[in-house]
């Protein structure tokens, strides 16, 4: 059972009547000839990685190697507790929690690379979120990892996680492509609504350069891991509530992956331009390396 696109996916889901996250796990084990009782275990073990990393920084303040950032999770969970924010709780959590691994990331702690470590807040950010807000279980969200997982097989066959060859929309953009869907499948939603969830997050995101200052993935790359949460979840209501995408999934991708070919080199991850060489970012980088 293998799908090479999406359309392929959603008839093999519909054909087999199965939800993405199984057909996640019937590929995996036919293709690593492992049981079904192995993959659920190691994705519980990724799933608890992931909510130590969206943890910790909400607990203390975890600062980068570099000291360009750190913090902000800390600073959102306190701000969380206060209870003035303006977008509610679930909202605020997923930020926090979405910043809280992009810290831990830059600190040299243990993250995820779901599905680059530059990205490595969002998914967990909206798996966790919305699991706690819909009440699911562990097994619940394993599951959700899975449906994850599914759409990022095709994005990876079809185009690019790398923000060297794709900018972050190639990064963050599948990251939260991911987790949109998966999300959609967590709140009931059919294999079709998940990658119509994953089609507008590309949609929304297309275009968005990788200009990371110092060349490090910290600013403004923990930032963006806020704004793919945010959208992951934003764009599961919206498909929840029967907006589906005017363009498929597929060409989303397809455009995706051009689009990231068009962008010249200095906006796809070397530092030379964007945000990474705006006046502020210049003095960044000549602040960690001292130049």
């Given at each position: 059972?293998?799908?090479?696109?999406?359309?392929?996916?959603?008839?093999?889901?519909?054909?087999?009547?199965?939800?993405?996250?199984?057909?996640?796990?019937?590929?995996e084990?036919?293709s690593?000839?492992?049981?079904?009782?192995?993959l659920l275990?190691?994705m519980?073990?990724?799933?608890?990685?992931?909510?130590?990393?969206a943890t910790e920084?909400?607990e203390?303040?975890?600062h980068?190697?570099?000291?360009?950032?750190?913090?902000?999770?800390f600073?959102?969970q306190?701000y969380?507790?206060?209870?003035?924010?303006?977008?509610?709780?679930?909202t605020?959590?997923?930020?926090?929690?979405?910043?809280s691994?992009?810290e831990?990331?830059?600190?040299?702690?243990?993250?995820?690379a779901?599905?680059?470590?530059?990205?490595?807040?969002?998914?967990?950010?909206?798996?966790?979120t919305?699991?706690?807000?819909?009440?699911?279980?562990?097994?619940?969200?394993?599951?959700?990892?899975?449906s994850a997982?599914?759409?990022?097989?095709?994005?990876?066959?079809?185009?690019?996680?790398?923000?060297?060859?794709?900018?972050c929309?190639?990064?963050?953009?599948?990251?939260?492509?991911?987790?949109?869907?998966?999300?959609?499948?967590?709140?009931?939603?059919t294999p079709?609504?998940?990658?119509?969830a994953?089609?507008?997050?590309?949609?929304?995101?297309l275009g968005?350069?990788c200009?990371?200052?110092?060349?490090?993935?910290?600013?403004?790359?923990?930032?963006?891991?806020?704004?793919g949460?945010?959208?992951?979840?934003?764009?599961?209501?919206?498909?929840?509530?029967?907006?589906?995408?005017?363009?498929?999934?597929?060409?989303?991708?397809?455009?995706?992956?051009?689009?990231?070919?068009?962008?010249?080199?200095?906006?796809?991850?070397?530092?030379?331009?964007?945000?990474?060489?705006?006046?502020?970012?210049?003095?960044?980088?000549?602040?960690?390396?001292?130049e």
């Amino acid at each position: 059972m293998l799908a090479k696109s999406g359309k392929e996916l959603i008839e093999l889901c519909a054909e087999n009547n199965i939800k993405l996250s199984e057909y996640a796990i019937i590929r995996e084990m036919e293709s690593k000839n492992i049981s079904k009782e192995k993959l659920l275990v190691h994705m519980q073990k990724t799933l608890d990685v992931m909510r130590q990393a969206a943890t910790e920084g909400r607990e203390k303040e975890v600062h980068s190697i570099s000291g360009l950032i750190g913090g902000d999770a800390f600073k959102l969970q306190r701000y969380l507790k206060e209870g003035n924010s303006l977008m509610g709780n679930t909202t605020v959590k997923a930020m926090a929690m979405a910043l809280s691994s992009s810290e831990v990331n830059a600190s040299m702690g243990k993250i995820v690379a779901c599905p680059t470590a530059g990205s490595c807040g969002i998914l967990p950010a909206a798996i966790l979120t919305a699991g706690e807000t819909l009440g699911k279980s562990d097994e619940e969200m394993v599951q959700a990892l899975f449906s994850a997982a599914a759409i990022g097989m095709i994005i990876g066959m079809n185009a690019t996680f790398a923000g060297a060859e794709g900018g972050c929309q190639a990064e963050c953009g599948s990251a939260a492509a991911m987790a949109a869907g998966a999300v959609v499948e967590m709140m009931g939603g059919t294999p079709e609504m998940s990658l119509d969830a994953a089609a507008i997050v590309f949609k929304n995101i297309l275009g968005l350069v990788c200009d990371p200052v110092a060349g490090l993935v910290e600013i403004p790359c923990a930032k963006r891991n806020v704004a793919g949460a945010v959208s992951a979840l934003s764009t599961a209501d919206l498909v929840m509530a029967g907006v589906a995408s005017k363009i498929p999934f597929d060409e989303t991708v397809a455009a995706m992956y051009k689009v990231g070919k068009e962008l010249p080199e200095s906006l796809r991850e070397t530092a030379l331009g964007g945000i990474a060489i705006t006046d502020t970012g210049l003095k960044y980088k000549r602040q960690v390396f001292g130049e």
